[in-house]
């Protein structure tokens, strides 16, 4: 009894340094070197690859905003064991304070190098990236070796578990010099238990493509043979799988072969599966090799507009028949391939403005349920948590947030006077105008009401003659 007793006591006590050890490191681009010590703003590292070699498993490094660059004599970034990594305007302290924003803090490739390598088991979901923009990476004649046309932003290989978020991964392309193949022009995700989560990020523009003949999978993330891969809440969006000569584009999107593979809330856009001679790949969104005892779960998601030239015009093409719940399909030319699809909506999601990236819902006379509302808000699988708001999950990776900063308006009141129609409520603290709408459908139908004219919390029309309903709305 007295040697378990002591066991344990060691055991927590190991566990209580390796917490109490734990440090945070500094990056600033406009430090002149990398002599400082790294422990503070003030003495901050140049650059992100000596602050990963001068810190320790479990340990922080903030970075501030800036540009940085791997390649062309710089080290690429490469984990072998937990870090957790964020962007920072540069007055955070830690993990917790620091204020990540993915367009401020930029890692470029000069040379011919992916910009992260995160390899081995003992990676686990203790290492997070987060608020980066990761672009023009280049996975040609990189380390390991036995990897070099994976995963031109990020490699993830070999049983890693890391937790990608809030980034912006643009414009990289998975190669060979070579030319036979070319696998994740964003992401990749690489061998026997490597199932890293990927959310909140924008994938965009990335190209998985060989220089000469051969294959191309997953323009934005490729997952091989990989354990559980987790990918929610993204923008995935014009995004090639390519082949410039005799054989195809797999999964302009997402490519995913003998993994379990959970997709879940994200809009894909405008990806595409090329061949130019042939003139089409497979699956511009998403292209699945998924045969039991591997599951892939598409649900939630928006595909949209994949009608690229010489691309196969497919939201989905699945080599083994699967079940998809709970999405949106709209504007795809072909449709999908060996899928079946339940509880799918086919109208235009209605997006902010997707000709300038912004992927949001609209939801131009909120709170009136008519036609400017996304069909996408609301309609997700009711069994999925809530949003943030509180109400039903919506279809897509922004959800519309329905709370309000104003009180709708009480003591609503109608009164005919004369020949006219007068509606009153209680002045909203806050509001600097109102409008009305009306309908002749208490639930359905309404829209802005121009006819009347506005004194304070007052409006006042003609009277029609029929029946009408009216609904007050406070804006700011």
Known sequence: MKKAN?????????????????????????????????????TAKKTISTAINVSSDGD?????????????????????????????????????????????????NIGMSRIFTIQGSSVTTSTRIRGFKIQNGLAANDYPSIYTYYGGGILICDGADPVIERCWITNNRGTTAGGAMGNGGGIACYGAGTSPIIQYCRITNNIAAPNYNGTGYGGGIYCYCSGTVTIRYNIICSNTAKSNYGSWGYGGGISSYCTVCTIINNTFYSNASINVLAGSGFGSGIYSVNPAPYTTTIKNNIFSNHNIEYSDKRAIYVFSPVTVNYNCFYNNTNGNYNVTSLNELTSDPLFVDAANDDFHLSWTNFPIPDASKSPCIDAGDPTSPLDPDSTRADMGAYYFDQTSTLTPPQDVKINIISTDVQLTWDA?????????????????????????????????????????????????
Do not use: H, M
């Open 60 to 108: 922080t490094i903030l970075v501030k905003y800036g540009s940085y660059t791997v390649g062309g004599g710089s080290a690429d970034l490469i984990l072998t064991t937990n870090r957790k990594i964020t962007s920072d305007d540069g007055d955070g302290s830690g993990w917790e304070d620091a204020q990540p924003d993915s367009a401020l803090c930029i890692i470029s």
């Open 428 to 476: 909203v603290a806050g509001a600097t105008s109102y409008k009305v709408y009306s309908s002749d459908n208490p639930y359905i139908g309404f829209s802005e009401d121009t006819t009347g004219t506005f004194d304070g919390p007052s409006w006042t029309t003609a009277f029609s003659g029929t029946k009408k309903f009216y609904y007050v709305k406070a804006l700011n």
């Open 6 to 42: 002591f066991c344990l006591i060691i055991i927590l006590s190991f566990f209580v340094t390796k917490l109490v050890n734990a440090n945070t490191f500094f990056v600033d681009s406009l430090q002149p070197d990398d002599t400082g010590n790294g422990i503070s703003w003030i």
